[in-house]
Each structure stands twice: as structure tokens, then as C-alpha cells.
């Protein structure tokens, strides 16, 4: 049986956890696991393992005691269930935050360590920045190269960060050199934390258009009228000019600056307004 903190879907947790519960004993049945957990009906289990029914935090701690969670792991999937249910993505990333913060927590290694790395809108600009930028340990000198430039402190967490990560490696001459060009989280990602950097880089664009004169930053906007295949068409577009920025910045030489890219395509009506 997995450890529940490599679970991130408390769904798959409560099945796997179920069906171990009746291999170690046959008499398990969930009517006696229900009843265990406070509730009178077989039904509510059943529908709660398919994602019909959700879990209030009062009934998903009945369900950590009836499964004799010990105190971490009640706290874990307490957490687990609120952020899978969440309806907004402040409440996920409060309760993913909270999630990240159980002593020994796993939430598997890949998705802790994006979550760190995505955390700050400048440890991706930093890491961008130390492909051309020969730095020489002076965090004030490295921060002040970003715009809006962050503190000397700043810029020291996310050099570490990146280190840590393996994003970041240091030469045989006290270099730091990148371990791969570019990284990418692929098309689609709703990851709490990809989400809270492109939240941050869309205050990021704001600022630009703002601050930066025309020369320096390009912004398109349209609003257009389209069909459910006009949307897929501009959809494929938008991912495929993804995958071209990408093969851009992959064959650039001579690199002396880190731009910020933000493209977004979303609906302003509901889905059916052909009769108002």
C-alpha cells in the first residue's frame, strides 16, 4: 500500500485504501466502513469514490478516522480533499499550500519541486538570466538586472532554489550554467502552481503596458465573434505558435535578454447566446 502522501487525487486514495483493507479482511465491507465512518448509507461511499457526492472537511476527517489515519496524514487528506474539490484556484492553492507544508510530505517530487520553482514569477527570470549573465555572486548586481528589479535576498532564494532543483549547475570554474536551455510545462498544465505564475505574469504584463514605451513590448488584443470550430482552429493556433516560440528561442544565439510572453485566449459569453 502507498504511502498516502504520494497521492494526489484522494479519489484514487480511498479506493486503493479500501480494496487493502479487504485483502488484509475478507468481512470488510463498506456498509461496516460507512457505518465506522458515521454515515448510514453504503450509496454515499459509492458515490464519493466516483466523484458524485462531495466531502465536506467535518465529513473527510470522520473518513481519516474511520480509516485510522494517523495525525499528518489526517491533516493531509483533509487538505487533499479540499484542494480536489476546490471551485476557485485561490481556495487550491491555499489548501495545496497547506498540503506542501505536512512534515515529509512526498505529493510526489516532481510536483512539489514545480510548485517551489513556479512559486515566484523571478526564479524563472533568473534562471533565464544566468544563461548569458555572467554572475559573479554579487545578488545585488543580479536582482537589479531584472525589470522590476528584486533585492539582493530575492535573488539569492532563487539562485538557491534553482540549485536545489538541478536547474542550475555550477561549472569546474564556479560558473553556474544551466542543465537544460528550456523547460516547459507542455499545453494544457492546470497545475495550482503554473496557475499562480501565469497569474503573476499577467501582472507583469499590466505593468509593461504601463510602464514600457511601444518600442520595447509588443500587446495584441481582439475580440471576435467565432463558431465552436472557429475556437478550436484559434486554439491550435495559439498552441502551435507555443511550440514555434519555443523552437525560436531553442536555435538563438548570442543571447543578451529574458522576454516574457504571454498569450491568451478565453471566452467572453457564456456558450449558448444565439437568442438574447
Known sequence: M???FDYTDYHLFLQDRLIALKRKNRAFTYEA?????G???RGFLTLVLQGKSRLTPEMAGRFAAALD??????????????ANQARTHVDRSRSTEKLLSVKNV??????????????????SAIRSLLEYHAFDGDYEKLGQALSPPITAAEAKKAVKLLLKLGMVITSA???????????TTGAGHQSVAVINYQ??????????????????????TLTLGVSAEGRRRILERVEALRKELMDIAAADTNTDRVMQI?????PLTQETTGDL
Not at 489515519?69 to 479540499?82: C, D, H, I, M, S
Not at 514545480?114 to 526564479?123: C, N
Not at 497569474?199 to 495584441?220: I, T, Y
Open 199 to 220: 497569474l503573476a505574469a499577467m501582472d507583469l504584463a499590466k505593468r509593461a503596458v504601463q510602464e514600457l514605451p511601444r518600442e520595447r513590448r509588443s500587446a495584441v
Open 173 to 183: 570554474d564556479k560558473r553556474m550554467t544551466l542543465s537544460d536551455l528550456l523547460i
Open 39 to 41: 454515515f448510514k448509507s
Open 262 to 266: 504571454n498569450v491568451h485566449a478565453f
Open 69 to 82: 489515519l494517523g495525525k499528518a496524514e489526517t491533516v493531509f487528506f483533509v487538505n487533499l480533499v479540499a
Open 2 to 4: 502507498k504511502s498516502i
Open 33 to 37: 466502513f460507512a457505518v465506522r465512518a
Open 106 to 123: 512526498r505529493v510526489k517530487t516532481v510536483e512539489k519541486a514545480q510548485f517551489e520553482f513556479y512559486k515566484k514569477w523571478y526564479y
